[in-house]
């Protein structure tokens, strides 16, 4: 990739790393007054910063600060209005949201644990047949294939409360497309049990993948598109195998944007409260008692809000050490 | 042309895992949107019976959802809420972006990861400490706060905002410092080049943001939940009160639900795949220059 220009560039510009005792060219010498131009210049922008920034503070930081505040109080309806006021409880909404005392569902460790398994192994099955999906039409191969192209989003640009209910109405037992289906050719007229009991762990994975894999496919598509042709063509004249092919030239192509689109898929599983609350409901089955669920238990059926805030704040330390790490990982590493 | 097929990433699957592929993820999305295409013009009695096909068409479902259920009016409050949304996101967050990509600072990974990192607050635990904030600002000022428009198009805010920011600091990174200069040396102001050289070369990723806040908001119940009021209620809001009004029902109207059900997705799907291209441009660049 053309590194170098841009890169170097920008390394030129920044007035710390060209220190006083370089002796510059004449055009390092101009590029680094363009630098200190640069810096002085972009201060009307910061200042068109600012909104941007004091809405980033109010609504996102503040609300987690309060969140964070929140899990160490006793907050229950009548003290929520007094919110200053409501009394300190140290650790114990912790060691509540710990063991799933208090009336929780399960224990917050559960949940984590659940919440965890769902989001990553939808993140896989969506990243497999993203990658696939977006192969099987990067290349205008007919007519079709922009139709084809088209049909794959329709998955991803259903609203999440309605595919969640097209997928509560498919599985919903006797009467719904899978039950039917079954009656129709034969195979019994039993009622499914996907979504009670342990397989509903099973159904929210499958449910979850079939919405999400077009996010990826798109990240995918685009990634794909961006491989120089030459590549294969040179691996072509080197007489690559086709795994050679995707070893060494497709997934170092689309390996960065794509875990952009894994990063980014993951919280939006591991958060998810639509689609688990469509299809199981305020009580689901323990196998699918994931955080977003157990915490709204909490807050909006035991009306214990500090418990609540308690449970999230565990589900956001368990993911974002994780995550962090990966991105790190991802982009500084690779830059340096 | 056919020579042509060893050089570019299609080859990396032989051709027939390829159709069967392709045959399979398409059987795959026909059928549920099938099912819920053909239930939308099913009538509500042999959909609540369990059925495959329809013995009539009952278009009429497309009719009568209008009727008693606020899809309408929450079509109309979910294109002013998400659009208002949406829009901000990507005013404040193109100079947010910008800004954070070209000036050098410590602790700018760190920043950006943070913003990221946001996107991992639950969505629950946000939500209580903003209804916390809007009764304050409510009780301290004496407006209305919950209820409003612009209260929910606030809260989806906190999960678009840091995301465009995101997405365009991301994006500026690709986009070579020489253009800048370029325009600099031309004698344009920081703002000028900004405005007249990177917004057109970032317009897709904005795209992208944008359309992403947008389907958050369209699709989120728990947010317009809690903070929309009878006013304001959005899309989603509106189908949930009919669910779960029919729930109930001796003779549920699922047939209407899923009417009213495909007209909610109409409006977000025609924009996504409109917009298809345009989104697959923005992250291709991203990618070429990455």
């Known amino acids: 990739m053309a590194k170098g220009g841009p890169f170097k560039a920008r390394t030129d510009l920044d007035v710390r790393s060209a220190g006083p005792s370089t002796r510059p060219s004449a055009s390092r010498a101009r590029r680094r007054d363009n630098g200190a131009l640069f810096r002085r210049d972009l201060r009307p922008l910061v200042v068109l910063m600012v909104p941007a920034a004091i809405v980033l503070l109010v609504i996102d930081l503040a609300p987690a600060v309060i969140g964070v505040l929140s899990s160490f109080r006793l907050l229950t309806f009548s003290t929520l209005s007094h919110w200053f006021s409501a009394p300190w409880v140290g650790l114990h909404n912790f060691s509540q949201a710990f063991t799933g005392g208090g009336g929780l569902p399960v224990s917050g460790l559960n949940a984590i644990w659940h919440t965890l398994e769902y989001s990553v192994l939808t993140t896989i099955i969506a990243l497999v047949v993203g990658v696939v999906a977006a192969l099987t039409v990067c290349r205008r191969t007919s007519r079709a294939t922009p139709v084809i192209r088209a049909l794959y989003l329709v998955p991803t640009a259903l609203p999440l409360f309605t595919a969640s209910y097209l997928w509560y109405s498919i599985l919903t037992p006797h009467t719904g497309l899978l039950d039917t289906f079954r009656r129709t050719i034969g195979l019994g007229g039993g009622a499914n049990r996907l979504l009670v009991g342990d397989h509903s762990f099973a159904t929210l994975v499958g449910v979850d993948s079939w919405l999400a894999w077009g996010f990826i496919y798109l990240f995918a598509l685009a990634a794909l598109q961006g491989i120089p042709r030459e590549r294969y063509e040179a691996a072509e004249i080197d007489g690559a195998s086709r795994w050679q092919k995707f070893r060494f030239i497709t997934y170092p192509g689309i390996r960065k944007l794509l875990a952009v689109g894994a990063v980014l898929s993951t919280f939006a599983h591991y958060n998810d409260f639509t689609l688990p609350y469509v299809l199981f409901g305020t009580a689901p089955p323990t196998g699918v008692s994931v955080l977003s669920t157990t915490s709204y238990e909490a807050a909006y059926s035991l009306y214990n809000f500090g418990l609540a805030d308690a449970v999230a704040v565990m589900g956001v330390i368990a993911i974002i050490v994780p995550i962090v790490m990966y991105i790190w990982y991802v982009f500084s590493g690779r830059r340096a | ?290």
């Open chain 2, 1 to 290: 042309m056919a020579r042509q097929y060893h050089y570019d990433p299609t080859d990396v699957l032989h051709p027939v895992v390829r159709s069967v592929a392709r045959a399979v993820i398409l059987v795959g999305i026909i059928v549920p949107v099938g099912y819920m295409l053909v239930m939308s013009v099913t009538p509500n009695v042999e959909v609540a019976a369990g059925t495959l096909w329809p013995s009539h068409l009952s278009w009429s479902h497309y009719l009568t959802m209008w009727a008693g259920t606020g899809l309408g009016a929450g079509m109309v409050n979910s294109v002013i809420i998400c659009g208002s949304a949406s829009g901000a996101a990507v005013l404040l967050g193109a100079v947010a972006g910008y800004v954070s990509s070209r000036a050098r600072f410590r602790g700018r990974t760190s920043f950006l990861t943070l913003l990221l990192g946001f996107q991992s607050v639950p969505t629950v635990m946000v939500l209580l400490p903003l209804v916390i904030v809007m009764a304050g600002i409510q009780g301290l000022l004496h407006i209305s706060v919950i209820g409003t428009y612009w209260a929910v198009a606030i809260a989806y805010l906190t999960f678009s905002l840091p995301l465009v920011t995101w997405f365009v600091a991301a994006y500026v990174d690709s986009v070579p410092r020489d253009l800048d200069d370029a325009a600099r040396l031309d004698g344009a102001s920081m703002p000028q080049a900004f405005v007249r050289v990177i917004i057109p070369m970032i317009v897709p990723a904005l795209a992208v943001a944008g359309l992403l806040s947008f389907l958050v908001g369209w699709g989120d119940l728990l947010i317009a939940t809690a903070i929309s009021g009878p006013g304001t209620h959005t899309v989603a809001v509106a189908l949930n009160q009919f669910l779960s009004n029919e729930e109930g029902q001796a003779l549920p109207e699922y047939g209407t639900l899923m009417a009213a059900s495909v007209a909610s997705a109409l409006p977000v799907v025609v924009l996504y795949i409109g917009l298809q291209r345009f989104v697959v441009a923005g992250l291709t660049g991203a990618s070429v220059k990455a």
